[in-house]
Structure formats: structure tokens, C-alpha cells
């Protein structure tokens, strides 16, 4: 694992994740999307969202066995719906939307904070790749797939939220699952 280092409270910082954290135009895209969702009932994609996906991608990981970096599986993470805005406002796929802005972002860290060029596109590849799984998907993206869908609490809505969703039943998570 690169780039953790150990934190007073004996835990890992991601330099690289905070930079992601902290950059303008995340934080501009993730203020309108609170706007935008702030009468949503469920499923909004704040915060909360962004990191359960990234707990639950590192979980898996682990679970499996898999040779990941920890701070590239939550940038993943943070950044697979900073494009959820634009499909809002604009009409264009989050997913397609999210590839691009998480592009600019991956592309402007400051000195210190960069991905790799390999690590950059495997981030934009699960990014595109997050919504409808591909058979060949690579790893990254199949992780991030699974995550976010496993990250809805579906089963923890009050039923009346549950009715007004537009997820089908097959599709919701009625049970707790990882």
C-alpha cells in the first residue's frame, strides 16, 4: 500500500484521497449535487454514500485477495458520482459525465498527490464502467460496481420511501449484504 501514512491516532492518512477530498472543482461538484438532492428522500450521493462505497470496495478487496491500492480504490470511490450534477441539470449519463470531470480533477492534484498514469485509468475505467456491468470488467470497476449497489441501505427505508423508489424490487437490497 503506498502513500498512508500513520496518523497520530494511529491510523493511515491518504495524502493522495484528501487531495481529491479537498479539490475545488470535487467540492464545487459535490455542493451542487447536495443542492440538488436536498429534497431527495433516498438514495442521495453525498458524503456518506461516496465513503460506504469506498469502505465497502476496500472490504471487498481485502476479502478477496486482490493486490489493491487503498488510495486508489477510495479515490475511485469519492470520485464514481461527482458527475451525478451534470445528469441532473443536464441530462448527460453520470457515469460519462463523472469520467470526464474525474479526469480534470486526476489531471490537477498538486505536486505529491498524483495517480499514476495506469492508476488514473483504472479509476476512469470503473467510473465509466460503474453502473452496468461488463463481462470483461477489470477489477476496479467490477469492485466499484458491487459496492455501490451494495451500499444502499434499501432494507433501512421506511416503506413509504421504498414505494416512491424507481429501483425495481429485484434490484433493491432488502437485506444486509456485503
Given at each position: 500500500m503506498t502513500g498512508n501514512v500513520p496518523h497520530k491516532q494511529g491510523l493511515a492518512t491518504m495524502p493522495?484521497?484528501?487531495?481529491?477530498?479537498?479539490?475545488?472543482?470535487?467540492?464545487?461538484?459535490?455542493?451542487?449535487?447536495?443542492?440538488?438532492?436536498?429534497?431527495?428522500a433516498f438514495c442521495?450521493?453525498?458524503?456518506?454514500?461516496?465513503?460506504?462505497?469506498?469502505?465497502?470496495?476496500w472490504i471487498r478487496a481485502l476479502e478477496l485477495g486482490l493486490d489493491a491500492d487503498r488510495e486508489v480504490?477510495?479515490?475511485?470511490?469519492?470520485?464514481?458520482?461527482?458527475?451525478?450534477?451534470?445528469?441532473?441539470?443536464?441530462g448527460e449519463p453520470h457515469e460519462l459525465a463523472g469520467e470526464r470531470i474525474a479526469g480534470e480533477i486526476l489531471a490537477s492534484l498538486p505536486e505529491g498527490a498524483h495517480f499514476s498514469d495506469i492508476e488514473r485509468v483504472a479509476v476512469l475505467t470503473?467510473?465509466?464502467?460503474?453502473?452496468?456491468?461488463?463481462v470483461d470488467a477489470e477489477p476496479l470497476e467490477r469492485l466499484l460496481y458491487q459496492a455501490d449497489k451494495a451500499s444502499r441501505a434499501c432494507f433501512a427505508c421506511p416503506p413509504e420511501v421504498r414505494?416512491?423508489?424507481?429501483?425495481?424490487?429485484?434490484?433493491?437490497?432488502?437485506?444486509?449484504?456485503l
Open positions: 493522495r484521497v484528501q487531495a481529491v477530498w479537498e479539490h475545488p472543482v470535487f467540492q464545487r461538484e459535490l455542493a451542487r449535487l447536495d443542492a440538488l438532492e436536498q429534497d431527495r442521495r450521493h453525498g458524503a456518506r454514500h461516496l465513503l460506504d462505497t469506498a469502505r465497502i470496495m480504490v477510495y479515490a475511485t470511490a469519492l470520485l464514481h458520482d461527482v458527475g451525478k450534477a451534470e445528469q441532473f441539470e443536464a470503473a467510473i465509466r464502467g460503474h453502473r452496468r456491468l461488463r414505494a416512491a423508489c424507481s429501483w425495481p424490487d429485484e434490484k433493491k437490497n432488502l437485506a444486509i449484504m
